[in-house]
T-cell receptor, first 113, second 111 residues
Framework: GDSVTQMEGPVTLSEEAFLTINCTYTATGYPSLFWYVQYPGEGLQLLLKATKADDKGSNKGFEATYRKETTSFHLEKGSVQVSDSAVYFCALKRVNRDDKIIFGKGTRLHILP | DSGVTQTPKHLITATGQRVTLRCSPRSGDLSVYWYQQSLDQGLQFLIQYYNGEERAKGNILERFSAQQFPDLHSELNLSSLELGDSALYFC??????????FGPGTRLTVL
């Protein structure tokens, strides 16, 4: 079935470092892809999304490009901040089927000052 | 603030008991989703309702049930609780777009 695989954490970086969190997916058809972020003690918030191949989603300095040929949607940020410490979830939504979103297991990110 | 509200924020109960979690979606959203988040299973989709009707079912146990009322709020009922049901339960809602908006969650502890 459809699934999302993302790199296991925790990922620990120093402030201003470059961030990459890998995400690959398995799905039939052309799903929409998302990155959600969960800050401590809060619910999930949509960080960015892409709905078709080669689309780039971006928000708050984060970017991810929908790569159909490699079935990937890696999250990147050029210079992370302490406030970026959170859990990041890659997810897909199957189009023209049910509305279920399938999440990866999440990657915990720690940014050290 | 996503506009999705969930009550209660915390719930502590004993094994064998029954609890009800409540969710109010964003104004105008017809779809409500329930998720369970636990350390070992990650974030698991339980069930979706659309305008009062069940639309999709995920890994929801038979001991769990949900419904969506005419005012679009939803309730998730968990019965015969077991220790392993301790988790964060999230509700999300969506409208016409792809995005789901998540509530702050209810933390359930079963002792």
């Amino acid at each position: 079935g459809d699934s999302v695989t993302q790199m296991e954490g925790p990922v620990t970086l120093s402030e201003e470092a470059f961030l990459t969190i890998n995400c690959t997916y398995t799905a039939t058809g052309y799903p929409s892809l998302f990155w959600y972020v969960q800050y401590p003690g809060e619910g999930l918030q949509l960080l960015l999304k892409a709905t078709k191949a080669d689309d780039k989603g971006s928000n708050k300095g984060f970017e991810a490009t929908y790569r159909k040929e490699t079935t990937s949607f890696h999250l990147e940020k050029g210079s992370v901040q302490v406030s970026d410490s959170a859990v990041y979830f890659c997810a897909l939504k199957r189009v023209n089927r049910d509305d279920k979103i399938i999440f990866g297991k999440g990657t915990r990110l720690h940014i050290l000052p | 603030d996503s506009g999705v509200t969930q009550t209660p924020k915390h719930l502590i109960t004993a094994t064998g008991q029954r609890v009800t979690l409540r969710c109010s979606p964003r104004s105008g959203d017809l779809s409500v989703y329930w998720y369970q988040q636990s350390l070992d299973q990650g974030l698991q989709f339980l069930i979706q309702y659309y305008n009062g009707e069940e639309r999709a079912k995920g890994n929801i146990l038979e001991r769990f049930s949900a419904q969506q009322f005419p005012d679009l709020h939803s309730e998730l009922n968990l019965s015969s609780l077991e220790l392993g049901d301790s988790a964060l339960y999230f509700c999300a809602s969506s409208g016409a777009g792809d995005e789901q908006f998540f509530g702050p969650g209810t933390r359930l502890t079963v002792l």
